[in-house]
């Protein structure tokens, strides 16, 4: 990978600062956000694992793929590694077409069918995502993964986790994604979703967060990243964890369900005929799911909007989504239930 020079990373945090004072005053800070995706649809039986991602409120997307500072009123972006759309590593998509494939909050609906879908989808892509996703030839729209980069919260409900960033830690992230190649092969096994969700927070929190040998086999999953960030946040309040939660949208769409880890779905999916095949063996995935892979969904975190920034999620640093949460925050908007 080709290091950034001194005097360019210097530039683009001059940039990113002089950005955040320029910004709304009521952004006291920027945040880096994991997002917890509920699995969906038949392939939800073969890896109910869910899908991860990054959202970062001061960093906003040039291009799908490439990231700059957020200009005023921008409301940042979300970055996802996903299999089948080209072999590019990583994908960057404004929060509001990355949600609901639309650019203006006010356009989001409150009701949608699998034609609606369809047809924001592709009125996006043509919008914003040919760089990625252009059309075959006669028009055709392309196959691949390019749709789930779109309208995410159509197919399913997803949990916030959020942390404090500076302006100094996203000028070095903006540096880093946009000097060094974003071409790779997805592996499911050691280079996933998750793997590069995983790796962004430890960009901006060394160390913070770990594959989980136990529940995983060492394997990195969406819901094990989201259980290290709250366990790091407990020992590290600085980090200043909020979390937030953004329903999907009603309709006549499937409903999606809670995502587990490689033990709690064995468990989940398997126990009983594993139970009478090997009960030793059921016991010890079952043990390592208790003690390693357990952890609750923000279910009663508040709900992010990006039709109003007067409200933004609340605290939690707990893995109960019963603890009780701090006053509201003003520096991300919140999603209401349409």
């Not at 096994?189 to 060394?206: E, G, K, Q």
Request: hydrophobic share 35%; net charge neutral; proline share 10%.
């Amino acid at each position: 990978m080709r290091p950034c020079s001194r005097g360019h990373r210097s530039a683009i945090i001059a940039l990113v600062c002089l950005c955040a004072s320029l910004a709304s005053p009521c952004k006291l800070h920027a945040s880096v956000s994991v997002l917890l995706e509920e699995p969906y649809g038949w392939f939800s039986h073969v890896s109910p694992s869910g899908h991860t991602a990054v959202y970062l409120d001061n960093i906003c997307a040039e291009t799908p793929l490439r990231v700059r500072p957020c200009h005023p009123g921008e409301l940042g972006v979300v970055i996802s590694r996903y299999d089948g759309i080209g072999d590019h590593d990583w994908i960057a998509i404004p929060i509001t077409g990355y949600l609901y494939a639309v650019q203006d909050p006010q356009d989001i609906p409150t009701r949608v069918t699998q034609d609606d879908v369809n047809h924001l989808r592709d009125v996006y892509r043509h919008q914003t995502l040919t760089l990625v996703a252009p059309d075959l030839p006669g028009g055709i729209a392309p196959t691949g993964n390019w749709y789930q980069v779109a309208g995410a919260a159509y197919n399913r409900t997803i949990y916030g986790f959020q942390v404090k960033t500076t302006p100094e830690q996203d000028a070095e992230f903006i540096a880093f994604l946009n000097d060094n190649p974003n071409h790779a092969h997805y592996n499911g096994i050691v280079r996933n979703c998750a793997d590069f969700v995983r790796l962004t927070l430890n960009h901006f929190y060394p160390h913070a967060i770990h594959r989980n040998v136990i529940a995983d086999l060492g394997m990195t999953s969406p819901k094990s990243v989201a259980r290290g960030l709250s366990h790091y946040a407990k020992k590290h309040p600085e980090a200043g964890l909020k979390t937030f939660r953004i329903p999907q949208v009603p309709g006549t769409l499937p409903r999606s369900h809670a995502p587990v880890t490689f033990m709690e779905g064995v468990s989940k999916e398997f126990g009983i005929p594993l139970f009478f095949l090997s009960p030793y063996a059921t016991g010890a995935v079952v043990t390592a799911w208790l003690t390693q892979g357990t952890f609750r969904e923000p279910k009663k975190s508040p709900v992010f909007d990006l039709r109003s920034s007067a409200v933004g999620p609340a605290a939690t640093t707990s893995d109960s989504p019963a603890s009780p949460a701090p006053a509201p925050i003003t520096t991300t908007p919140t999603v209401t239930a349409p």
